[in-house]
C-alpha cells in the first residue's frame, strides 16, 4: 500500500510533533538575532536553514500531502497565543504549499521535499511581509511598496530553505544508512 493512501498513526503523530519541536527550537535560537534588522523576511532568511532540517525530516517520514500542514500548522496554533501575525503568516505558508503539493503526489522525493521547502520559506516571506504590513501601517507597508526588494527577499528565503532541505537530505541518509528512517 502506497504511504500517501495509509491512515496518519500515533507514531506519525509523534514524530511530526518532534519535528515541530525542532522547528520551534530553531525559531527561539534565531529570531531574536534578526530583531533589530527592520528589513522583511531577514527572520525567515534565518530560520529557513535550521527549520528546514526538520521540515525535510518530516516530510521524509511522513511522505504524504498534510505532512507540512501537520507540523507547520500545530506550531501555527501554539504561536496563535503569543501572535495572530505570527499564526497567520505560518498559516498562509502551509496552505500555499500544501496546495501545490497536493498535485505533486505529497512529499516522496528529494525533488517534492526540495519544493516543499523552497515553496514554504518564500510563501512565508511575502505572507510575513504582507500580514506585518497589515498589522503595522505605514512602516512595514513602505518596505512592502518597495517590490524589489521583496523579491530579492522572497528568493532569498527559498534559497536558505533549499539549504534546510540539502542539510536535511544529509540526515535523512544518514539515519536510512542506520536503518532509522524508512523514507
Given at each position: 500500500?502506497?504511504?500517501?493512501?495509509?491512515?496518519?498513526?500515533?507514531?506519525?503523530?509523534?514524530?511530526?510533533?518532534?519535528m515541530t519541536?525542532?522547528?520551534?527550537?530553531?525559531?527561539?535560537?534565531?529570531?531574536?538575532?534578526?530583531?533589530?534588522i527592520p528589513l522583511p523576511g531577514i527572520r525567515t532568511v534565518v530560520w529557513a536553514?535550521?527549520?528546514g532540517i526538520f521540515l525535510t525530516l518530516g516530510m521524509a517520514r511522513l511522505q504524504r500531502s498534510g505532512s507540512v500542514?501537520?507540523?507547520i500548522g500545530v506550531l501555527a496554533l501554539v504561536l496563535s497565543r503569543i501572535s495572530w501575525i505570527i499564526a497567520a503568516f505560518?498559516?498562509?505558508a502551509?496552505?500555499?504549499?500544501?496546495?501545490?503539493?497536493v498535485f505533486r503526489g505529497g512529499f516522496y522525493g528529494k525533488t517534492n521535499?526540495?519544493?516543499?521547502?523552497?515553496?514554504?520559506?518564500?510563501?512565508?516571506?511575502?505572507?510575513?511581509?504582507?500580514?506585518?504590513?497589515?498589522?503595522?501601517?505605514?512602516?512595514?507597508?513602505?518596505?512592502?511598496g518597495q517590490v524589489w526588494v521583496m523579491i530579492l527577499m522572497t528568493v532569498v528565503s527559498g534559497f536558505a530553505g533549499a539549504i534546510g532541505w540539502w542539510l536535511g537530505e544529509r540526515v535523512v541518509q544518514q539515519?536510512?544508512?542506520?536503518?532509522?528512517?524508512?523514507?
Open positions: 500500500m502506497a504511504k500517501s493512501s495509509q491512515s496518519w498513526q500515533l507514531r506519525d503523530y509523534v514524530f511530526a510533533a518532534f519541536i525542532g522547528i520551534a527550537v530553531a525559531s527561539v535560537i534565531t529570531v531574536p538575532l534578526t530583531l533589530s536553514p535550521f527549520a500542514a501537520l507540523m505560518l498559516v498562509v502551509l496552505l500555499v504549499t500544501e496546495g501545490v503539493m521535499r526540495l519544493l516543499g521547502n523552497v515553496l514554504f520559506f518564500s510563501s512565508a516571506t511575502v505572507a510575513g511581509a504582507l500580514v506585518g504590513a497589515y498589522a503595522a501601517g505605514d512602516f512595514f507597508a513602505a518596505w512592502v539515519l536510512q544508512r542506520a536503518g532509522k528512517l524508512d523514507a
